[in-house]
């Protein structure tokens, strides 16, 4: 890290979160190469070198560390870096995430509680579990993000309705409390830091909105024992995302994880004293890392479809304790993470309040881009459950 | 502000205040444009755009609002702006700036207190004001800023060693007790949001470390009623930093200002819920702005003419809570601002402590060209200070 020159990242990936660890990473006078087929990507729109496809070898050759920000990018450059030494976190992560067996079964391994499940090689196994258990999930073994690859099976004869090829994963059907997840950055010689647990809403699949800290601090606990031990048994280096289902009965179960950055932890870049994305670059170049302590309450709403002309920025940034994150994509299309804002407030309690007043602002003249992209349903049932827990 | 393509700011000036406003404004989907002589500046090197200087009109016409970072540059650039009615804030707080006497008769026309001065035509004139105060400080009409511009005279014939030409500016000298800023942003419409103050601490005229919020509420109070007389009084837009000398009687004394970001506000990137930065594009840009809301006691420490090579960057980040922005500037010179470090804390007096240790990070081992920066005898009067602030 002494050298004049400062640090050399390469990303793989030019998302928002690629684009999010440039802008916290620049401070550090770290330099930044992002591999991405879309030139004009957010984060390879302002790195300091932009990759394409096929040039793996010349990212890993002018980086010093290469990170991914998408599982499911650049495999190939991914295994290059390997191979040169330079990817952090290594393949390894990035293997047992692109599979969901594989994914279910380290859990299994590690004694982590996780929702029952089996590959099935056909429909017929699919509607055994199925006629069994009443219900099911049903969720495509690779390429998942986003609810992408998954279905939900109530009804005998659902099978049929799979868009995908076998095998696929079949799960329980959770009865969901709620979800959190757990952020843990952990460097190259074993120092580990453990966020304050989010607590996650969904629509369509999609993070809508989250929250930090979560409230029930009994299963905060119990997943984030779970996410540190996930972390040490794959001498995991840089930030991990493992995402919780907390069931109606209790039970604290990993749902899936994330060998990167994670929409869930875009809080820290308001609340917390160092923001995930920091923390990744400190734990990935093995600097010490920063403190997670949460300053305030905080919250962040998706920015889902809506596009620039659409948005209604003012609004937005008058709701007390609001900031604003534009991706600055080139369009929007439903379900889009076009951006997102953050708020931050003295009580949970306010905390929700504002929340509310965010999605009002973002949402609540239901725009029909961001109607398509969320569903107005789903909508309106997490704003009343802001309302509802804001007075609760 | 609802077009596709998002708001064009321009920057006159590539320093550190223009880098941080890059990073900040980014987020909001702004792109920028910096004109500065050194296309290798900070700012300019992530700008959308860069400038040279005699390209003032191309500027003013690339951006939807020009600012500066700097007041002392690039003047012709800020006329052309202003004609274009794109300068914000405009030529006239510049020009007030640009010279001391009329900064100091700004002062007295709105009842703000200030220190007693006159100018002076010639060395006999000053020697006079020095034989009946028995001090002076004698300053520089123009051109001032990091103690550049200053002497400090105690004995008859002192006024022989100024080094400037007349006229210049003989005020009294101060017994300072501490010297604290206020930060206003105040937008188009009129709206103003104010940071709790900082408490200030220079070594050879140049500031080296900063706390918030400053202990003394009751000089805190009246520097911040005169800030906000002195934001309205000029109609001005954007962020304006006032710093005041608090005497050993009591009394609270407008000492300069600068219409622009200011070192002293470099805390609000860490402890504040909208930093200096981000509130000075949303004034320029009318856009609302953002809570000050203060969320931990912080503070920064300068990093003063140190080089990469030389920078304990593990040490730094040891510190708890500790965070670094280095600004990437080429070359390390005696004094120069290359980068700064800041720090939360649960309480006023872990923030001294941290600072404390924050300070032997940096410059605990006096490397030469620190030395060279500072004086070793100013760091350690300061360091002392410090122990004995978090001991108090």
Not at 192 to 210: Q, R, T
Not at 242 to 252: K, M, N
Not at 277 to 283: C, K, Q
Not at 363 to 371: H, L, M, T
Request: aromatic share 6%; charged share 25%.
């Amino acid at each position: 890290m002494a050298r004049e020159r400062g640090p050399r990242v390469g990303i793989l990936g030019g998302g928002q979160l690629g684009w999010m660890m440039v802008l916290e990473g620049r401070r550090l006078g770290i330099s930044f190469g992002v591999l991405d087929p879309d030139a004009g990507a957010p984060a390879a729109r302002i790195a300091d070198r932009a990759f394409r496809p096929g040039e793996g070898a010349e990212l890993a050759s002018w980086s010093d560390v290469v990170t991914y920000e998408f599982e499911n990018a650049e495999a190939e450059a991914a295994e290059i870096a390997e191979a040169a030494g330079k990817l952090r976190p290594g393949l390894r992560p990035l293997l047992a995430k692109r599979n969901r067996l594989l994914e279910k079964r380290l859990f299994v391994e590690l004694g982590i509680p996780t929702a029952d499940f089996r590959p099935a090689g056909s429909p017929r196994e699919v509607e055994e579990f199925l006629s069994s258990a009443g219900s099911a999930v049903v969720k495509a073994l690779g390429g998942g993000y986003d609810g992408k690859g998954v279905r939900f099976l109530r009804n005998p004869g659902d099978a049929a309705s799979i868009p995908w090829g076998y095998p696929v994963l079949v799960e329980e059907m959770v009865d969901v409390r709620e979800e959190i997840s757990v952020i843990v950055a952990r460097s190259k010689s074993g120092e580990e830091v453990v966020y304050p647990a989010a607590e996650n809403h969904n629509a369509g699949g999609i993070l809508l909105y989250s929250i930090a800290p979560a409230r029930d601090a009994e299963a905060v606990e119990a997943a984030s024992r779970a996410a540190v031990r996930l972390a040490r048994s794959m001498d995991y280096v840089g930030v991990l995302a493992v995402e919780f289902l907390v069931s109606a009965d209790g039970r604290v179960l990993a749902n899936e994880f994330a060998p990167r950055v994670h929409n869930t932890g875009h809080w820290s870049l308001c609340g917390a004293a160092t923001s995930q994305f920091e923390n990744h670059l400190r734990a990935i170049l093995d600097m010490p890392l920063g403190s997670t302590e949460i300053l305030r309450p905080t919250g962040i709403v998706n920015i889902l479809g809506i596009s620039r002309d659409e948005l209604p920025v003012r609004d937005i940034l008058s709701v007390p304790g609001a900031r604003l994150w534009w991706y600055g994509k080139a369009e929007a299309r439903p379900g889009r993470k076009m951006g997102h804002a953050c708020v931050v407030a003295g009580s949970d309690e306010e905390l929700r309040r504002r929340l509310r007043e965010l999605m009002a602002a973002i949402y609540g003249d239901f725009p029909p881009s961001a109607a398509a992209s969320v569903g107005a349903g789903a909508l309106e049932s997490e704003i009343s459950h802001l309302s509802r827990s804001a007075d609760a």
